[in-house]
């Protein structure tokens, strides 16, 4: 459930969040977006995410996915959008390859329609992309509008997260220049590009050298359909101000599909496009609640129709009353016998506590404390108290208050992993090293924290896990590998060691949206013996 909203399926996962499917009172399908928790966790990004969506709920298009319900103070924060029952430009190209002209034409006038709409409410889009638009029977709809501003904070760009996709970028938005409605039409063209090509215009490989080729290089047209061209080469100009405005591009692709873009539908090149039918799943049902009774329940018996007695003669009476006296006088008895040695036990247990102080606090030598233990007891010395007082007397030492065995506590602040270290639960704990006992590992979408010596597990609720908290967390672990995608900042990970011993990793900061340069950052507490 989220915030009302029975989950049915998974639909995918972006930048800011995972994307489920669900359905309204009245059952129609919305999509749900939840946001990250490192998000989540951010002040900044809430209250620009509070103004996006604001802006975005008076988007009206007929090319748009329109915003139903948000709360950007969400535990996590969530939208939800109508849920469009087609694929993603990007899911199509890879399925069936390139479009045709017709097909790419009618996408473009479909999203530049849907920008007129967005740009006219004071939105920029700044991520438009194959995979944010998506493939209806009745025309392409522009997806994840008026939330990207919200991701575009310093704070957030710190932890490794990239506000829009470098293969889609505008000049001005690579080299970190000003954004306008200009931005969205360049991007416009490369998905125009993309969908007519079967590849980004700009090409494939690190994110340096795509943005690099974007900013310094014009794109190679000469591969494209030569209907294509000349829109494309206006909405890819280097210069905003030279780019065509997405009136005029709705203009242009009509002019050029004639009787093709007739309203009401694409054409037949279009549905062949989209492919299939979409079905979309049937609302989860309510669970039915179910009233068990409890097993121990004695069976109900029938009850009985009350028979009437004649009452009871004075000499029937008698026995009773005598019975029951007994029975009184003996239960008194026995609570009074009781609750005596209660009273005696209690007294006897402060007169030795009060003397134990007296004598603490008076500075009384060993054998004033033995004397004293022995008339507490009615001059019957308590075996152990005599020979410990004994001992005490001969210059034995005195007991170390950690020799009993309780693990105490060694904080170890800061703690960083990366692909480059490690941590050990023993001594040294910090490694620059990956041979330590928990490492930090990433591969291409996700990062987690492993080991060969101890088993993990990520604590949910209330912070301010304690030793014994984490005892009873771990009872019956037996991961070696924790997926850090449900961790943010703040987030609780008891460790246990082969050897027995526990520790606590507390994450403070929380960086893998890049996991090439992924890190944590977090304070270490290891309960040991000694």
Not at 326 to 354: F, K, N, P
Not at 481 to 492: K, R
Request: proline share 9%.
């Amino acid at each position: 459930m989220v915030a009302g909203y029975r989950l049915a399926a998974r639909l995918g996962a972006g930048g800011m969040g995972r994307v489920y499917l669900s359905h309204t009172q009245g059952g129609r399908p919305v999509a749900i977006k939840v946001v990250r928790p490192e998000l989540a966790d951010d002040p900044d990004f809430r209250r620009r995410f509070s103004r996006e969506i604001k802006a975005a709920r008076r988007v009206r298009g007929a090319y748009t996915a329109e915003l139903i319900d948000a709360d950007a103070d969400g535990v996590p924060p969530w939208l939800a959008t109508l849920y469009v029952p087609g694929p993603s430009l990007t899911e199509a190209v890879a399925r069936r390859g390139p479009l045709p002209v017709p097909a790419v034409l009618w996408l473009m006038a479909g999203v530049a329609e849907a920008l007129q709409v967005i740009h006219s409410e004071g939105i920029v889009h700044r991520d438009l992309k194959p995979s944010n638009v998506l493939l209806a029977a009745d025309g392409p709809r522009v997806i994840d509008f008026g939330i990207s501003l919200a991701a575009d904070v310093t704070s957030h760009t710190a932890t490794g997260a990239a506000v829009g996709t470098p293969a889609f970028m505008a000049p001005e938005q690579a080299s970190a220049g000003e954004i306008t409605p200009a931005t969205d039409v360049f991007a416009l063209g490369q998905t125009a590009a993309f969908a007519a090509l079967g590849r980004p215009l700009f090409g494939d490989g690190p994110a340096v050298n795509v943005l690099y080729r974007i900013v310094h290089e014009e794109p190679d047209l000469s591969l494209l359909p030569p209907q294509l061209r000349p829109l494309l080469a206006r909405c890819l100009a280097a210069d905003p101000a030279e780019r065509a405005t997405p009136a005029e591009v709705v203009e242009w692709c009509r002019k050029h599909l004639g009787a093709d873009a007739d309203p009401g539908g694409g054409p037949a090149v279009w549905r062949e496009v989209t492919g299939p039918e979409v079905m979309v799943p049937a609302p989860v049902p309510v669970p039915a609640q179910v009233h068990t009774l409890p097993s121990a329940t004695m069976p109900m018996q029938p009850m009985q129709p009350m028979q009437w007695a004649p009452p009871a003669t004075v000499a029937e009476r008698r026995p009773r009353r005598r019975r029951t006296a007994l029975i009184t006088a003996a239960a008194l008895t026995a609570g009074g016998l009781l609750l005596s040695g209660m009273v005696w036990t209690l007294g006897e247990t402060v007169d030795r506590l009060v003397q134990r102080e007296t004598t603490s606090s008076s500075g009384a030598g060993p054998t004033a404390s033995a004397e004293s233990s022995a008339s507490s007891s009615d001059g019957a010395p308590d075996a152990a108290e005599a020979s410990g007082a004994a001992d005490r007397a001969a210059g034995a030492p005195e007991p170390s208050p950690t020799a009993t065995g309780a693990p105490r506590a060694h904080p170890y602040p800061l703690m960083r992993l990366d692909s480059d270290n490690s941590m050990d639960i023993g001594d040294p704990v910090r490694r620059e090293d990956r041979k330590g006992d928990i490492r930090f590992v990433c591969d291409a979408t996700s990062c987690a924290l492993e080991s060969d010596t101890s088993v993990m597990t990520l604590l949910l609720g209330d912070p301010g896990a304690t030793l014994d908290r984490c005892r009873t967390q771990l009872t019956g672990a037996d991961s070696k590998h924790l997926p850090l995608a449900a961790a943010a900042n703040g987030s609780e990970i008891c460790i246990k060691h082969s050897s027995g011993v526990i520790a606590l990793y507390t994450i403070t900061v929380k960086s893998t949206a890049l996991p090439d340069i992924g890190f944590l950052l977090g304070d270490l507490t290891v309960w040991r013996e000694t």
